[in-house]
């Protein structure tokens, strides 16, 4: 899974005719193309930017890439409802990426940030969203070289027999190189229960890996949060190379509606007044039941009641208007079986 296509082009370009860098915070994002105004036969630039005098100032909201990281943290909070903590650390990494690159520009150098991550939560709560947006993030301040995220599972690292399981992670890395690995339910990688288990080898690669290639790749550990607690208390040394653990709770019953009124207008559609208020007694009704995932049911219930709204306006035998095609009403909503009387056990299924 990848998020934008990598830019072409870095800040800190230089206008014609220029015979130095402008004076000013503009920093060449590393991974860019060359930039305009050099012509085949200049001769090639120094390594980095003289360094500013110790009296300089810097004003941080002339960094080119600040436009960017603005933007992405904008469609962060567009996307996703609630989850204030996540996106105050989001905004924290970016401020601190950015005061690095304006240490740079003193001459002031310090250790590279570790940003490999562990994001904990449910399913449905935005984990995967947030990590294609930290891949943006991190590329638009020159971190990593694309803002690409590759997702793997323990199938796609673990190998069925001996000598089968190196492969596997090598070519993992190798596509999430420049990148974000992005692991889901890291936590399958170790089964202490299975002395024979390969898990542990890709553990192993994993914080080699970690720690040689920090310039060039992200890894990010995904999964429940007890779960994920016991697999980083088995692997003291991956848990010390996780610099940023990042909680993702559950969405409360005001958050889920909200994301569903969200969801519905993206796709042009509408609730009619009546149908918010089932929507919001199918959730009361739903979100005690087994295998609820927050968003991602929300996304089914109203996959489902388009569905019935479907069904229905079939059934019209009579031609429809534009409205009747945008709007779910309360019997779309109320067609789910969850309103139907009966406890659910654990074998029930995700209702409709």
């Known amino acids: 899974m990848s998020a934008s296509a990598e830019r072409s082009s870095g800040p800190g370009n230089r206008g014609p005719g220029s015979e130095r860098p402008a004076p000013g915070f503009r920093m060449y994002r590393p991974g860019g193309a060359a930039r305009p105004g050099r012509g085949a036969q200049d001769p090639p630039e120094s ?127 190798a596509k999430a190189a420049g ?16 002395e024979r288990d390969y898990g542990q ?20 550990f995904a999964g429940y949060p007890d779960r994920m607690d016991t697999f980083f208390s088995a692997n003291p040394g991956l848990s010390s190379r996780v610099a940023h653990h990042l909680e993702f709770p559950d969405y409360t019953r005001a958050e889920l509606l909200a994301i569903a009124e969200l969801m519905v207008a993206q796709q042009n559609f509408t609730f009619a007044p009546d149908a ?16 609820f995932a927050n968003a991602r049911s929300v996304r089914n219930a109203l996959d489902r009641c388009r569905l019935r709204q479907a069904n229905r306006l079939v059934g019209l035998h009579r031609p429809v208007s534009r409205d009747d095609l945008m709007t779910l009403t309360v019997t779309d909503v109320e067609g789910s079986s969850v309103f139907a009387a009966g406890p659910a056990t654990e074998s029930t299924p995700d209702p409709g």
């Open 276 to 291: 918010v208020a089932a929507f919001d007694r199918y959730l009361e009704l739903r979100m005690p039941r087994p295998r």
């Open 179 to 194: 990148g974000v690995l992005f692991i889901d339910e890291a936590y399958y990688l170790f089964r202490p229960e299975n």
């Open 47 to 173: 390594e980095g930017p003289e360094s500013l005098p110790p009296d300089a100032l810097i004003d941080l909201s002339t960094d080119l890439a600040g436009k960017d990281v603005e933007d992405t943290l904008a469609r962060l909070d567009e996307e996703l409802i609630g989850l204030a903590a996540v996106k105050l650390r989001v905004r924290e990494i970016a401020a601190l990426l950015l005061i690095d690159r304006a240490r740079q520009q003193f001459g002031l150098q310090a250790v590279r940030p570790t940003m490999h991550m562990s994001f904990t939560g449910g399913p449905g709560t935005g984990k995967t969203t947030v990590a294609l947006r930290m891949a943006e993030l991190l590329h638009a301040l020159g971190y990593i070289r694309k803002p690409k995220v590759h997702t793997v599972t323990r199938d796609d690292l673990v190998g069925q027999f001996i000598g089968h399981t190196a492969p596997k992670t090598k070519e993992a890395l």
């Open 201 to 220: 080898e890709v553990i192993e690669i994993l914080l080699q890996e970690m720690e040689t290639e920090r310039s060039s790749l992200v890894v990010i």
